[in-house]
């Protein structure tokens, strides 16, 4: 088990840039996966960005080219970087770890995308 705790949301305008971080309680190097996914009101949680724990990165086509996720396993802590925020990045932002046997997850972390 790992707690994930999420910072960096808050307001921004269209256009501006935001890094989120996850710092997890524990050594993530050894985690299968760790990944970012975001929830807008009335919509389904959907994934974001991810990051094996050998480097290989995923990204949805929504976000490509805009949003960077890495990881600095000396710090334990994963990060989002968003550039050219749009309106409809607008979410609840969701650190995720996949130990491969169960899922734990971040209390999340508000990006709204507003002028």
């Known amino acids: 088990q790992v707690q994930l705790v999420e910072s960096g949301g808050g307001l921004v305008q269209p256009g501006g840039s935001l890094r989120l971080s996850c710092a997890a309680s524990r050594n993530i190097a050894g985690i299968y996966a760790m990944g970012w996914y975001r929830q807008a009101p009335g919509k389904q949680r959907e994934s974001v960005a991810s990051?094996?724990?050998?480097?290989?990165?995923n990204y949805a086509d929504s976000v490509k080219g805009r949003f960077t996720i890495s990881r600095d396993n000396a710090k334990n802590t994963v990060y989002l970087q968003m550039n050219s925020l749009k309106p409809e990045d607008t979410a609840v932002y969701y650190c995720?770890?996949?130990?491969?046997?169960?899922?734990?997850w971040g209390q999340g972390t508000q990006v709204t995308v507003s002028s």
């Open positions: 990051i094996t724990s050998g480097g290989t990165t």
């Open positions: 995720n770890a996949d130990l491969g046997y169960r899922d734990d």
